[in-house]
């Protein structure tokens, strides 16, 4: 019945407008409140402009081609239905990661979930954020886009707020560990469609907690994601959003993380996928003693796009941030990296390192490494790097002067170079699959 | 017993010509020290030797027990049984010294050829060698040559001091058993006590199935390491073979009486 009900309300869904985005919400049986937002975000989406090339941030990211129109605004949720619902890639993610609890969404909305452990005892809610709308109202009131990340941050923002669909609410109590990653896989099987997941993460004072969020499919699609973590006082996050979409997917990013007092963070940024990324990624230290960690790999190959701008914000004395983005270009790829260090008045002894390391395998290839410091305090120690370089042919003859092929050589020197990345994450499955992607990569 | 005969070489980069017509014979079980000023082009020939693409050979020929390598590529070459220890090893970040030998151990010693001609390339690690096993045989020559066992782990020669640079290059020589190897001022920047240990390794491989050709500057690895034959490499040919004699005369009288007795007017027409 329901069924039938979705999708006479998709039919009357012909574009981008005011009605698409009731129909959103109706579609998913929301309060008042959550309409409510998602209308101001609409009216806001509508009155902001798009990216000009004369932005900064768009300066090297055109937007040549993509237009709303060429979308269809969401997709149609697939029924829940146990693992008979999963396709084979889906089965496999699962399989491969030892997870305390996981939860599949497709298209707009979840499909799959399963737990190995009792959270719902330890006070810890892990669930899809349209439920926790509904479950958990007073929570999802207080942090959906009201502090980390607004929807007025930039088109794209909006453009979520008004029209999110999948992706995770993950609360974690005051002092509560869970030891094993909370997995997130969001598949977006319908070609052409709009996808927008949210993950939003609360830990409160003393949590512990992995995350891991697994982007696939996405085929002729537009993807606009937001991320928001919620990093309490003492407590210890670890977060990969690991981006692995079809190569024609139009991929806009924007997460932050909000660091409170003695936290620590350590966030991995994997950009496999899309045809064009634009990732914003935000590290701001709110208290003193955070120790924020963001580490991104990314490996262009053929055309794609990949940028990524971030921002390590030191408001607090005492606080730690390292930010370590390294990528691999191939064919005719081009990356774009732009990174600020903002080290506000009063943010004494504040440590913080930026570096970027671009690999290039093609002369067509092309890295854009735009690193910056703006440091307003006198007391700090801030440093940043960026470099580009070329397999060049004297690590290669070296490899093979000691019996390595060439394409072993060159293999082991891209992996190589991954790997300081590799040595950070934190769970073994997960770098199992990253190798075997770089692997995948290089081989073509 | 073993034969790298280099006969009339001539090779050089970019149309420029650097080897200009090099005679030299090595055998198993003799150490031939190539001596000569900065620039003489001895660093060249063991990039030939090895195989480096970025030279070009146009005359003459290099042959291991008759057969030309010439076109062979240059892990063919250490295949084959050349082995080439760098002057300036490069750093490779990320790739730890215990991985990047054990691929190129199990290269040399075939065990990739035979898991390919198995059609056994489905299993992960397959086509190496088991890892127990090169670890056993790994920790051993590391003992044996003076590495410290954590440079398993340790990044290719990233952050590696001088001194650990070349040891790690012997330690490899010892993992990968060539017939010949060509060491390319492997005393140069290193003090006394690193030379010595460096000097070890040539020693303890040196060995009557394997012969050595010892590129350097200096005397000073001689005292240390005792050569049959002692050649002197001058505008990009050999100019005088002896033995052991003509070091010590080199380190008496410099290089400056090469220049006057083979200088301009001795080049080959």
Known sequence: ?444 | MSVLEIRNLHAGVEGAKILKGVNLTLRSGEIHALMGPNGSGKSTLGYVIAGHPHYQVYDGDILLDGESILDMEADERTKAGIFLAFQYPVAVPGVSVANFLRTAVSNVRGYTDRARENGNNGTIGSNLMPMREFRRELNAKMKEFNVDPSFARRYLNDGFSGGEKKRTEVLQMAMLEPKFAILDESDSGLDIDALRVVADGINKLATPDRGFLLITHYQRILNYVKPDYVSIFYNGRVVQTGGPEVAHMLEERGYGWVEEEFGAEAQPA
């Open chain 1, 1 to 444: 019945m329901s069924v039938i009900v979705k999708e006479k309300l998709m039919e009357s869904v012909t574009g981008f407008n005011e009605d698409t985005v009731r129909a959103a919400s109706t579609s998913k049986n929301e309060p008042a409140w959550m309409l409510d937002l998602r209308l101001r975000a609409w009216r806001m989406f509508e009155e902001m402009e798009w990216p000009k090339a004369t932005d900064e941030s768009w300066r090297r990211t055109r937007l040549t081609g993509f237009d709303l129109e060429n979308f269809q605004p969401f997709a149609t949720p697939g029924v829940e239905n146990g693992r008979a619902a999963l396709n084979d890639v889906m089965t496999h993610e699962l399989d491969e990661m030892e997870s305390a609890a996981s939860i599949v969404f497709q298209d707009g909305g979840p499909l799959y979930r399963d737990a190995s452990e009792d959270l719902a005892s330890k006070g810890v809610i892990f669930t899809d954020l349209q439920t926790a709308v509904r479950e958990h109202p007073e929570l999802v009131r207080k942090h959906f886009m009201t502090t980390v990340v607004k929807p007025e941050s930039n088109k794209f923002t909006a453009l979520h707020a008004a029209l999110w669909d999948t992706g995770a609410f993950i609360y974690i109590p005051r002092n509560v560990r869970v030891e094993l990653p909370l997995q997130v896989i969001l598949n977006q099987a319908t070609a052409g469609a709009g996808g927008y997941h949210h993950t939003l993460l609360v830990a409160e004072e003393g949590a512990e907690v992995t995350v891991v969020d697994d982007l696939l499919g996405g085929k002729d699609g537009l993807q606009s994601s937001v991320v928001e973590l919620v990093v309490g006082d003492n407590s210890v996050v670890r977060y990969m959003n690991l981006q692995d979409f079809d190569h024609s997917t139009w991929n806009f990013l924007t997460g932050r993380a909000a660091m409170g007092r003695n936290s620590d963070l350590r966030w991995i940024q994997v950009s496999w996928g899309s045809r064009l990324t634009k990732a914003f990624l935000d590290l701001e230290m709110l208290d003193e003693g955070g120790h924020g960690e963001l580490l991104g790999i990314y490996f262009p190959t053929g055309r794609q796009h990949i940028d990524h701008e971030t921002l390590q914000v030191h408001r607090a004395p005492h606080c730690f941030s390292d930010l370590l983005f390294n990528g691999a270009l191939k064919d005719k790829a081009h990356s774009v990296y732009m990174g600020i260090i903002q080290v506000l008045p009063g943010a004494q002894k504040t440590d913080a390192f930026q570096r970027n390391g671009n690999l290039i395998l093609d002369s067509g290839a092309r890295a854009d490494s735009i690193p910056g410091l703006e440091i307003e305090a006198d007391d700090v120690r801030c440093t940043h790097a960026a470099t580009a370089a070329q397999v060049e042919d004297e690590y290669v003859f070296y490899l093979m002067a000691r019996g390595l092929t060439r394409a072993q050589a060159e293999r082991m020197i891209v992996q190589g170079f991954f790997q300081a990345v590799l040595d950070r994450v934190p769970v073994e499955s997960v770098v199992t699959k990253l190798e075997r992607v770089i692997e995948r990569k290089i081989g073509g």
